[in-house]
């Protein structure tokens, strides 16, 4: 790790009453009812257009946040439920993560779980690395394999929130989007908040409103 290397979380987008996923997860549906909505304010940007090969989106100030997303990241780290829907020890290695033979990262992606399974190399550059040793051990490689650049923690909600707690996020940028889910899995889900953060920045855009986090002693 480098002195000026950040763990960040970054677009992370979560409801106005806090949910980062609605109701009722499953292989179909892996954001639950009423997800994917969250995520409408990125979808429609000119960054995420280019990500996905068609042309056109929107500018200003929702896609200046897409853009920052991947801005000097040499990796990425998430939990398993993120990466799928298997559970207990792997069966095969027949899943490889939602996003197909080419995963929108290009990095190393280093998956939280708590049984082992051999790294699986993706078209592109992605390679998912399965780390059994928590979310320290996990912090430490990722770090070491983005050779000086900053780390992405992707999600989910449960994956970030061991980060917070652990005081190990450096920065802190999720877009509450213009929607309700009453029922989910929420990003603050213990009653504490963000304990040891404060709110650095606060902008309006035009399908999403972008809060910034730091530690209170970076602040």
């Given amino acids: 790790m480098t002195t000026t290397q950040k763990l960040r ?9 806090g949910y980062g996923a609605g109701p009722g997860q499953s292989p179909r549906d892996p954001l639950g009812a009423g997800g994917e909505r969250l995520h409408d304010w990125v979808v429609g940007t ?14 200003g100030v929702d896609d200046e946040f897409a853009q ?7 990796a990425s780290i ?18 490889t993560g939602w996003w197909g033979p080419n995963p929108p990262y290009h990095h190393p992606v280093f998956v ?18 399965f780390v059994t ?7 430490e490689r990722a770090l070491d394999a983005a050779d000086g650049r900053d780390v992405i923690v992707a999600g989910g909600a449960a994956t970030i929130r061991q980060y917070l707690r652990a005081g190990l996020i450096d920065e802190l940028e999720i877009a509450i989007a213009p929607v309700l ?3 989910g899995e929420r990003l603050f889900d213990d009653g504490v908040g963000v304990p ?19 530690p209170a002693t970076a602040s």
């Fill in 196 to 214: 040891g953060y404060t709110c650095t920045g606060f902008t309006a855009g035009e399908n999403a409103v972008h809060a910034r986090f730091e």
């Fill in 78 to 95: 998430m939990g398993r439920n993120m990466f799928g829907p298997v559970r207990g020890p792997w069966p095969d290695d027949a899943w």
């Fill in 46 to 59: 000119r960054t995420f257009h280019g990500m996905t090969g068609e042309p056109g989106g929107s500018t």
């Fill in 133 to 139: 040793d928590g979310i320290e051990a996990a912090r």
């Fill in 9 to 17: 979380v970054h677009t992370f987008s979560v409801s106005v009453d």
């Fill in 112 to 129: 939280l779980t708590h049984h082992p399974r051999a790294s699986v190399q993706m078209e592109g550059g992605t390679t998912f690395h």
């Fill in 68 to 74: 920052h997303l991947w801005r000097n990241v040499g």
């Fill in 181 to 183: 889910l009453g029922r």
